[in-house]
């Protein structure tokens, strides 16, 4: 893949002219797990599965370029992501990571921590973060905007200040994916994405990525990844391949989407706060009177009431009792994820339908 073509048409390009052998246009689906060799000694790059699939090479190319990374690995989830950038740093490192997390991230952080393993800071504010960054430092996790609460952290900044203490930064880009933010590119060492949000983008595959340029760090993961497994499957790479070919139109319409309802949500009496950083279709809000929620999820007919985001249909989230629902009720409540907070996952549907549904809702 052409690293110099415009992000839109690397895209619409994903995976296509990869088969030389018979021309066909998309990736074809390669279900077999072994290959046979040419002759003894010999391998044409393909031997096993579980090491090298061309279906997930193919993605894994376009995952690499749409992050202006030279390197990229697919995943059999987000977590797996997380877990195998994790596991090239030694048993003892100590991560400053931000405090508003992925509730799925922070458990296993926490697991990690219990067993010895990593020692974890967290830090609530660009501010904390650097005042943490000691020359004992080895790892920066940051996920902006944050999830649910919506707050940027300054990728080129805190880059430029963790590697003049030998640490390395690692970027969750889930939520505003290569469209809003190329981490990367702001001098960051690894990106990862739950790749089930917006690059897949139809809530139907479960899928991890990780981008890099350093090339020790891709040959550490990849050693790694070939160890232990996590691989992502032929066909959910085919399937994500698809997805990701819509990102952009679906990034932009979702954006849109989110704009009228946040500045709906902003006028609507029933709403105390709306945490709309301005892009991407991720919105938190607060609403005034708790006792509504129930009747709020139970009412609204357009969005559905599930856990994750970044598909084509409209999610609401209660992160108190689901995405976050792990981290101690304490600990949320100290940083602002309180009981009163929603969450939206905009879609691409008609905005007007996404404001008559909630308007509906709000108003009992
Ligand atoms: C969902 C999510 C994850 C975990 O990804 P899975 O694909 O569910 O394993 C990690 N980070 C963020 C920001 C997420 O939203």
Same mark, same amino acid.
């Given at each position: 893949m052409d690293k110099k073509l415009q992000l839109d048409t690397i895209l619409a390009h994903a995976g296509i002219k990869t088969d030389e052998a018979t021309g066909a246009l998309t990736t074809p689906l390669h279900f077999s797990t072994t290959y046979q060799h040419p002759e003894f000694g010999k391998s044409i790059g393909y031997d096993y599965t579980r090491t090298k699939n061309p279906t997930r090479s193919s993605l894994e190319k376009t995952l690499a370029a749409i992050e202006s990374a030279d390197y990229a690995l697919a995943t059999s989830s987000g977590m797996s992501a997380i877990v195998l950038a994790f596991s090239v740093f030694p048993v003892g490192s100590r991560v400053i990571a931000v405090r508003d997390l992925y509730g799925g991230s922070f458990r296993w952080f926490h697991q990690v921590e219990q067993e010895g393993r990593f020692h974890f800071t967290y830090a609530n504010t660009e501010e904390?973060?650097?005042?943490?960054?000691?020359?004992?430092? *080895?790892?920066?996790?940051?996920?902006?905007?944050?999830?649910?609460?919506?707050?940027?952290?300054? !990728?080129? =900044?805190?880059?430029?200040?963790?590697?003049?203490? @030998?640490?390395?930064?690692?970027?969750?880009?889930?939520?505003?994916?290569?469209?809003?933010?190329?981490?990367?590119?702001?001098?960051?060492?690894?990106?990862?994405?739950?790749?089930?949000?917006?690059? @897949?983008?139809?809530?139907?595959?479960?899928?991890?990525?990780?981008?890099?340029? *350093?090339?020790?760090?891709?040959? #550490?993961?990849?050693?790694?990844?070939?160890?232990?497994?996590? !691989?992502?499957?032929?066909? *959910?790479?085919?399937?994500?391949?698809? @997805?990701?070919?819509?990102?952009?139109?679906?990034?932009?319409?979702?954006?849109? #989407?989110?704009?009228? !309802?946040?500045? =709906?949500? /902003? *006028?609507?009496?029933?709403? /105390?706060?709306?945490?709309?950083?301005? /892009?991407?279709?991720?919105?938190?809000?607060?609403?005034?009177?708790?006792? !509504?929620?129930?009747?709020?999820?139970?009412?609204?007919?357009? =969005?559905? =009431?599930?856990?994750?985001? @970044?598909?084509?249909?409209?999610?609401?989230?209660?992160?108190?009792?689901?995405?976050?629902?792990?981290?101690?009720?304490e600990v949320r409540k100290s940083y602002g994820l309180t009981d009163d907070l929603l969450r939206l996952s905009i879609g691409i549907e008609d905005s007007q339908d996404l404001i008559t549904d909630l308007k509906f809702a709000l108003e009992v």
């Open positions: 904390e973060l650097l005042a943490a960054l000691t020359e004992d430092i *080895d790892v920066v996790y940051l996920e902006t905007p944050t999830n649910p609460l919506m707050l940027e952290f300054d !990728v080129a =900044f805190i880059a430029e200040k963790a590697h003049a203490k @030998g640490a390395k930064v690692i970027v969750d880009n889930t939520f505003y994916t290569p469209i809003y933010q190329r981490p990367l590119e702001n001098g960051a060492d690894l990106v990862l994405h739950s790749a089930t949000k917006y690059l @897949g983008g139809h809530n139907d595959v479960l899928a991890g990525a990780l981008m890099t340029s *350093d090339k020790e760090l891709y040959e #550490n993961l990849f050693y790694n990844l070939n160890t232990t497994g996590a !691989v992502l499957s032929p066909f *959910d790479s085919y399937l994500l391949l698809r @997805g990701l070919k819509t990102l952009s139109l679906r990034m932009e319409r979702s954006t849109k #989407n989110a704009q009228a !309802v946040a500045a =709906f949500l /902003k *006028d609507s009496p029933a709403v /105390k706060e709306v945490l709309y950083p301005g /892009k991407g279709g991720m919105i938190s809000f607060k609403v005034k009177n708790e006792a !509504v929620i129930p009747h709020l999820l139970n009412t609204l007919k357009v =969005f559905t =009431f599930a856990e994750s985001l @970044g598909g084509v249909e409209s999610l609401i989230t209660y992160p108190a009792t689901q995405t976050h629902a792990d981290i101690p009720a």
